[in-house]
């Protein structure tokens, strides 16, 4: 049934397509929105089609200006066979996906699987041409997208994405969906999280966004994909553990070697030894060093003799280890004295 309904979509959008360069009358001016938007390959540049057709750059930007006017009145007017259907799928799909997506994420949900440049070519020239639909064209801070043109053109789709950044820049650490929602004035946060993914600036894992750079929401290297499980996790973890979560991660790389982690988490000073080959966050509280080191540092804030018992209960806060292991840290007479049948104190 799913594969029936995609070939519905497809056919749609390829109707729709033939039906508005049908009302193009010159083949020249066909050929120009045609490879301009990739509709049968890749897209090309205003150079690229001048040299072919032996007219300037800027003739042929003028000529596809003056085309997609048409277009879209033809759009306004309901002139252009087919096309209605296609706007009509591809808003049912945008309601669903928060009133705006990139152009590659719209295009994979008609047709239920990863797309071709082609195929989502034809999705964006269809945004392109609708009266109803709005585009965000892509540069350094946004993302190819299509929005819903009743809730807003592309300057405003560009100015709800830059007040997102600019709250979470101010919050300076990554939020979750209901936290925006908290400050924002939107009807429900799926629109907040479609607004924010057309944001080059803005990146998002494990249900947080942040910015880009911050390697919580957008780990770049093995360290920080590291830091972001053990953080994820809030507890201490075996390396071996650590190895696997990474593979069953969404992160965009995750094809590491267990070795290659215990050497990052040796090399980083916010990993630390707990255990055998369990790890934790220097941020929860963990120290480095040897479980005899613990003990002085046990010994030097109490400012007392303490119990074995209370020795044990102490290190084992701050180690993972068997208490057989604590025990025989304590035999060591350079360090630890023993000053009556149970109790220890510093040498």
């Keep these: 049934m799913k594969g029936k309904q995609v070939d519905k979509n497809a056919a749609i959008l390829e109707k729709a397509i033939t039906g508005s360069l049908d009302i193009i009358e010159q083949d020249r001016e066909r050929e120009i929105i045609s490879r301009r938007f990739g509709l049968s390959g890749r897209r090309e540049t205003l150079e690229q089609i001048g040299d ?6 800027e003739r042929v930007r003028q000529l596809e200006k003056a085309i997609l006017i048409r277009l879209h009145i033809g759009s306004e007017e309901g002139t252009i066979e087919n096309l209605a259907a296609a706007e009509k799928l591809l808003v049912r799909n945008l309601t669903e996906m928060g009133r705006v997506a990139r152009v590659s994420d719209l295009a994979d949900k008609i047709y239920g699987r990863k797309t071709t440049e ?3 070519s034809s999705v964006a020239f ?3 041409i609708s009266s109803v639909l709005t585009v965000v064209e892509e540069n350094d ?8 043109a009743e809730y807003g053109d592309a300057h405003a789709i560009k100015a709800r994405a830059d007040e997102i950044v600019a709250i979470i820049k101010k919050h300076k650490q990554p939020m979750t969906l209901d936290e925006l929602d908290e400050q924002l004035d939107y009807e429900h ?7 924010a993914s057309i944001s ?7 249900g947080l966004w942040g910015l880009i750079k911050w390697p919580a929401v957008n780990p770049k290297n093995i360290r920080d994909k590291i830091y972001v499980i053990l953080e994820s996790k809030k507890e201490p973890m075996h390396f071996s553990d650590i190895a696997e979560a990474i593979s069953e991660s969404d992160f965009k790389r995750k094809n590491v070697t267990i ?12 990993f630390v030894l707990i255990g055998r080959g369990i790890y934790a966050l220097d941020s929860w509280g963990y120290k480095k060093g040897t479980v005899s080191d613990i003990i002085v540092e046990i010994m030097k804030k109490a400012k007392k003799p303490l119990t074995r018992e209370e020795i044990v209960k102490e290190v084992l806060h701050a180690r993972k280890v068997k208490e057989t292991t604590i025990l025989l840290n304590l035999q060591n007479k350079k360090l630890f004295v023993k000053v009556d049948k ?5 040498a």
């Design 342 to 346: 149970n109790s220890y104190t510093l």
């Design 52 to 57: 072919m057709l032996a007219i300037t750059r």
């Design 259 to 270: 070795q290659a982690i215990h050497n990052e988490l040796i090399k980083d000073s916010r």
């Design 118 to 120: 082609e195929e989502r």
């Design 200 to 206: 080059k600036d803005l990146a998002t894992l494990n």
């Design 189 to 195: 946060p799926a629109h907040i999280e479609a607004i």
């Design 141 to 148: 801070h946004y993302y190819h997208g299509i929005g819903i």
């Design 126 to 128: 269809i945004g392109s």
